[in-house]
């Protein structure tokens, strides 16, 4: 009985530690690519609840009446920030250092409609409470572009 007490409570332990799909905080922004009809769309996620790590994604997408669009360069810029006094924070993948509690990770991809980054934030300090997480996105097609954003906060 004490090794089934055990176990359940160290699954319940790795549960808190991970983020749990539905429990996400998000955001989505969008914005139109001139001349083409299609979207610039800017999402940005992270886990809810969390004991010490917290799983982050973000992605910029193009679409043209729900189907994927194709441009010639996507760009992400996923930029995640420790929030709370003396906040430090630490990224896999590590990206830029902006600041003791922001951490910033680009990714470009050529001839195709998403550009995505996911990872994990370990935010630290003795009153951290939570964290920001924003995707900036470009895609360019044909001499135009368009950007779009879009901040997750708990």
């Known amino acids: 009985m004490k090794n089934a007490l055990l176990t359940t409570g160290l699954a319940g332990t790795l549960v ?6 539905g429990l996400a905080i998000s955001d989505t ?12 769309v800017a999402n940005a996620w992270h ?5 010490d790590k917290c799983s982050f994604k973000t992605s910029t997408k193009t679409t043209k009446g729900g ?5 010639s360069k996507i760009t992400n810029v996923a930029t995640v920030k420790a929030n709370g006094w003396q906040a430090t924070l630490s990224l896999s993948p590590s990206g830029t250092q902006v600041s003791e ?3 910033q990770v680009s990714w470009t991809n050529k001839n195709t409609w ?3 980054i996911s990872g994990i934030a370990d ?3 003795s009153m951290n409470t939570s964290i920001t997480t924003c995707s900036d996105g470009g895609a360019f097609k044909a001499g ?3 950007f779009a954003s879009a901040c997750a906060n708990d």
């Open 67 to 71: 189907a994927k669009y194709k441009v």
């Open 144 to 146: 135009v572009k368009a």
């Open 123 to 125: 935010p630290g300090g």
């Open 47 to 51: 886990c809810n609840a969390y004991a």
């Open 101 to 103: 509690n922001t951490r």
């Open 16 to 21: 808190m530690g991970t983020a749990v799909p």
């Open 29 to 40: 922004g969008s914005t139109t690519l001139p001349g083409t009809g299609a979207k610039v």
């Open 114 to 116: 998403i550009a995505d």
